[in-house]
């Protein structure tokens, strides 16, 4: 059993920073894929970014150039540094873990950009 853990979310102006981190445990064996998606209430559920076992980064063309994802694999940990937030940033944003075939959820974490 895998288990994720999110954390770093809140409240931040347009504009603003914020770092989320995902913290993996459990039956981590080697290095997994693993990434960000996002669920603003009363929409659809949306991938956000990933990130492969070599480092290969992906985005949705809606963060691109202000979110970042990256990985510390000593730490099992993934993270999502998020700049010049907009208020359709706002959502709970969920990490993901890819294990043979398996997807591994977090409980996520709830981000709100207003002023």
């Known amino acids: 059993q895998v288990q994720l853990v999110e954390s770093g979310g809140g409240l931040v102006q347009p504009g603003g920073s914020l770092r989320l981190s995902c913290a993996a445990s459990?039956?981590?064996?080697?290095?997994?894929?693993m990434g960000w998606y996002r669920q603003a209430a009363g929409n659809q559920r949306e991938l956000v970014a990933t990130?492969?076992?070599?480092?290969?980064?992906n985005y949705a063309d809606s963060v691109k150039g202000r979110f970042t994802i990256s990985r510390d694999n000593a730490k099992n940990t993934v993270y999502l540094q998020m700049s010049s937030l907009k208020p359709e940033d706002t959502a709970v944003y969920y990490c993901?873990?890819?294990?043979?075939?398996?997807?591994?959820w977090g409980r996520g974490t709830q981000v709100t950009v207003s002023s």
């Open positions: 993901t873990l890819n294990s043979r075939g398996s997807t591994y």
């Open positions: 990130i492969t076992s070599y480092g290969t980064t």
């Open positions: 459990g039956s981590i064996f080697s290095i997994y894929p």
